[in-house]
Structure formats: structure tokens, C-alpha cells
């Protein structure tokens, strides 16, 4: 920056005419000053003339001291070759001061401050440019809301819960999150892209070590993906990474895999006593994981020989009644206890860790969902009543008939059925009866 020039003394003395020129020399340059008389009212004025541009360009100033100080300017700009900066007038300079002092703050110069908002006035026009920043600025991910996962996820699982969603969904829910937010701490909403939640699907492993289901997979990202797909509409987030994840097929074909009678008895023999009863209402009665860990006492009925699932508690959201066999009787009857008691005291997470254990110590393969797979197998088996067991399983006929049909035969059913405990002096067995 350029320090300002000394005054130039002007050519003309007080005793002359003072409306004379009054010419400013410095150095080569000269810059003529035209003082005006007042005319209709309006003050005295001077009018500095200046060459610099080619033409004549007159500058009007209040006082001869501006005027002067506005002479002398323009004629070191002109002795220095600074010919633009002498052409501008003292509004032009406030006006490129401000301009300065505006942009400094994201250290650009005026000339990159207008190159850049001619740029962008060319996509979306000059009138526009405002608004097309304010609506970027909304969808930047600088600008979104750090919202804690688990606080976002308590938050949505309360909506949830006020909308009288059904205890299985919300049972889902938490069970699924809760694995989200313990596999990601300290992490916001935000935080994550589409690729960032494919990772974490693809790595997902069950509690022995190998990967969950692709049905699994699914579950959790249509559960994950609600939680995003409930604050992108409330704003809080601009997309719903969910979106574009990879769509993994599940395959309906093959056989269903479940325990053989000699398994089952192994495993109801290994089982430890918290287990027992949960794996037993699987076995031969079908019920599913988290039916089992919603079930109270009080829904086994020992006299009328049947087990109620309430809609509450189905995955069907219907009522169903599911036949108690003899057999499963005689293993549920000595750890029955107080009637609004749960069957399975733990967190339903708990149960197939349980089973796996189990399985370990009967050195019994281990077999997913094979509690419930087993029970449908040999009970189409031992009787063919396809729709009978479609009722009592909470399936269509369609997914018995197609899955579980023709697995077993009778022979190896009636063995399934007729494992029980061993017999105790003070036990009378029950009676045989499906």
C-alpha cells in the first residue's frame, strides 16, 4: 500500500479571482480546480478535472481543502502509472473500501469476490444467487443438527410407543437399535453415509461368531432405515442413508434345516434350568423366540393341555392357542412358577446365546431357529394336517406347505414327541395327547 502523497501547493494566490482555475502541480502532472459560485441556494462547490481516462472527467467536492486533497490524489496516481485508480472518485474509493473490508473475513479480494458471484450468477442468475446459497446451506452436512445416536434413538422409539405400536414391534425395535448404538459410540445422526451402513450390515455376526441371515440383514436395515426415514421428514436430516443400500435378496428355496429327535433330546438334557422351559415351548409347541420371552405362566394351562400366544405377543398380532403335548408337559411341570411370572426371566436377546451354549455342551450342531423349524417339521409328519399346523404355528398354509412338508417321516415324529424328562418317583407321567 501506497503512502499517501505530500499536498502540492495550487498555483493561484488569495488576491486573484476566486472563481479562477486553480491548477495543482506534482512533479509532471497538473490538476485543474474550478471553483463554482452558490446558485439557487446550493452551496459553493469545486470541481477537480481530470485527463487520467482519456476524457474530461469533472469531480464535484464541497470544499476546496477536498478538492485539493482529491487534486493532489490524482496526480501521484498518474506520476506512478496507477491511471484506473485516478479515474475513480472519492465515492468510488469509499465504495471499494467497503467491498474490501466486506470479503476480508473469508480472505478473498474484491476482483476473486466478483469473478466468484459471476460465476454463480451465470448458473442461477443475480437475483438468485442469495437464495440458491440459503437453500445449499439447508442441505450442506455442515449445517445439520449433531444429534446424539442414542438419544435419537430413544426419542424415536417413544414415537413409537405413543402411536400404540404392538409390544412385538417395539420389543424389535429396541433389540435391533440397542445392537446399532453399541456398535457405534460416540456418533451422531449425522454422521453416517449410505457406505458407513452397508459396512456395518455386511460385517452384522450372530453370538457364535458367523454371519446373520440375509433375512437378518434386512430386518436391521428396514429397522435402522425408519429411525433415518423419521428425522429426514422432521428435517433433522436432509436424506435417509438407508435409501441406496444394496437390496440383498432372500431366498426362499431349500430345505428347512431343524434337530433330529436324538438332537433335541441331547440338547433339552445339556440345557441349563433358565433355558429349559423357553427351549421346550420351542420344541413342541412351536412358539417363537420372542413369543417365548413374552409368555407368562399363567398362558400355559396344564389342565386344558394348550399354551395361549395373545395377540399382544404374536407376531401376527392375532390370538392363537398352540397345543401342550404330553411330553412337554411332563419337562415344563417341575420349574413351573407364580402365574404373572415370565417364563424366560432374561432379555429375549438372550435366549438363542442360551440355545448356542446348550448346543455346545451336547456337542449338538446349532441350528438356526431350529426350536420352532423342528417343532413345524415333525408336527406336519405326524399327522399331514397342513392347515391344522398353520393355525397353530401362525404361518400360512402356503409357507408350511412349501417348507416343511415332507422333512421327517411319522416314524421319527412320534420319536420327537415322545421325549421326556427322566422320571422322578414323586412324577406321574401324563397322558399321551396332541
Not at 88 to 109: C, H, I, K, N, Y
Not at 150 to 166: C, G, T, V, W
Request: charged share 25%; with cysteine.
Amino acid at each position: 500500500m501506497r503512502n499517501s502523497p505530500r499536498m502540492a501547493a495550487p498555483t493561484r494566490t488569495d488576491s486573484q479571482d476566486p472563481f479562477a482555475p486553480i491548477v495543482v502541480k506534482l512533479g509532471r502532472t497538473s490538476v485543474s480546480i474550478y471553483p463554482r459560485p452558490s446558485e439557487r441556494g446550493r452551496s459553493p462547490r469545486f470541481v477537480v478535472a481530470s485527463y487520467t481516462s482519456g476524457k474530461r472527467v469533472l469531480i464535484s467536492l464541497p470544499t476546496l481543502a477536498e478538492a485539493k486533497k482529491e487534486a493532489t490524489r490524482i496526480a501521484a496516481l498518474t506520476n506512478a502509472g496507477d491511471a484506473i485508480g485516478a479515474q475513480m472518485s472519492g465515492t468510488d474509493r469509499m465504495e471499494l473500501l467497503r467491498a474490501t473490508e466486506l470479503v476480508a473475513p473469508f480472505q478473498l479480494d474484491p476482483q476473486t469476490a466478483c469473478s466468484l458471484f459471476a460465476e454463480a450468477a451465470k448458473l442461477v442468475g443475480p437475483h438468485n444467487v442469495v437464495a440458491a446459497c440459503q437453500a445449499f446451506a439447508k442441505r450442506s452436512p455442515a449445517s445439520r443438527e449433531r444429534l446424539p445416536l442414542a438419544k435419537a434413538a430413544d426419542a424415536y422409539f417413544d414415537a413409537k410407543e405413543s402411536k400404540r405400536r404392538s409390544p412385538r414391534l417395539l420389543q424389535d425395535l429396541r433389540s435391533r437399535l440397542g445392537r446399532f448404538i453399541a456398535d457405534h459410540p460416540g456418533k451422531a445422526l449425522a454422521d453416517f453415509a449410505t457406505a458407513d451402513l452397508q459396512r456395518w450390515l455386511d460385517d452384522l455376526r450372530r453370538e457364535d461368531g458367523e454371519p446373520v441371515s440375509a433375512q437378518s440383514r434386512r430386518n436391521f436395515a428396514t429397522v435402522v432405515g425408519g429411525m433415518f426415514e423419521h428425522y429426514r421428514r422432521r428435517g433433522i436430516l436432509t436424506e435417509n442413508p438407508c435409501r441406496d443400500l444394496e437390496r440383498e435378496a432372500v431366498r426362499g428355496g431349500g430345505d428347512v434345516d431343524f434337530w433330529t429327535p436324538a438332537e433335541a433330546e441331547a440338547l433339552l438334557r445339556a440345557a441349563p434350568e433358565v433355558v429349559l422351559p423357553a427351549l421346550v415351548l420351542g420344541l413342541f409347541c412351536g412358539l417363537r423366540t420372542a413369543e417365548v420371552a413374552r409368555l407368562r405362566w399363567q398362558d400355559v394351562d396344564f389342565e386344558q393341555r394348550h399354551v395361549t400366544v395373545r395377540a399382544g405377543d404374536a407376531k401376527t398380532a392375532s390370538r392363537r392357542l398352540v397345543p401342550l403335548p404330553a411330553n412337554a408337559a411332563s419337562w415344563l411341570l417341575p420349574h413351573r412358577g407364580a402365574a404373572l411370572s415370565r417364563i424366560f426371566p432374561e432379555h429375549a436377546t438372550a435366549v438363542p446365546k442360551r440355545v448356542t451354549e446348550a448346543c455346545t455342551t451336547a456337542d449338538v450342531r446349532r441350528v438356526e431357529n431350529g426350536a420352532r423349524h423342528s417343532w413345524v417339521t415333525y408336527r406336519v409328519a405326524l399327522g399331514g394336517d397342513v392347515a391344522r399346523t398353520s393355525l397353530e404355528a401362525g404361518n400360512s398354509v402356503a409357507v408350511i406347505h412349501s417348507h416343511y412338508r415332507g422333512l421327517a417321516n411319522e416314524t421319527d415324529a412320534k420319536r420327537y414327541f415322545a421325549i421326556y424328562p427322566a422320571p422322578a418317583d414323586n412324577v406321574i407321567p401324563l397322558p399321551a395327547a396332541l
